[in-house]
């Protein structure tokens, strides 16, 4: 899962980086309305945790934007407003949901499991390939019913995949989904991040993931 925080509090936007370690691989922070406005629209996140106030747009604008702009990208509203006034109004504006500065990191993550059960913001609760299953939600991966440890990138890294059965997905695609912007686009991560995941859900001589020169790859049932 790939996440934008917008927050203009650096050591607010750390720390909830540091929560979402658990459950993302690639999170991506902007420190001002200008800069996160154009991340947004311009790269596709699977969440937006999004602070109301912030310098130069404020991130009531941003949201209207971006449901404008047809994305659909669940977002969670981060504010210091109370009153509830203010959050009828940020709901009715667009977002999926709002946290009340102060807030724990248990209540964080607890709302961003709510919106990712949402029938509209969900792709399948288990993703299936062969023998090979995937639960979202409780960040497991099992193959012929045995459980496989993944790393948290090999997990988002064949999530991807799986949410793609299929269709070739190009290097950049999955440097842009899994990783996050820091990520050196020269570097072999993915090829070895690939190699990984070979190793633990193929079985000798059978072949799940796919590669297909200047294509990317796929995975798709063994042959």
Known sequence: MRVLIVEDDQGMAENIALILKKISSAIDI????ERGR???LTTNYDLILLDYNLPKINGREILEELRKD??????????????LEDKVDLLNSGADDYLTKPFAASELLARI?????????LKKPTLKVADVELNPD???VAKN???IFLSTKEFSLLEYLMENKGYFLSRQEIME???DENADPFSNTVEVHIMKLRKKIEK?????????????YKIDEAR
Do not use: C, Y
């Open 30 to 33: 902007a420190n001002d309305g």
């Open 38 to 40: 154009l991340m947004a």
């Open 70 to 83: 047809g994305k659909t990208t669940p977002v969670i509203m981060l504010t210091v407003r109370s009153e």
């Open 113 to 121: 499991k709510s919106i990712r059960r949402r029938p509209e913001n």
């Open 138 to 140: 409780k960040f497991s």
């Open 145 to 147: 019913g045995e459980k």
């Open 177 to 179: 989904h899994v990783w």
């Open 204 to 216: 000798p001589g059978e072949q799940l993931i796919f590669t297909l020169s200047n294509r990317g």
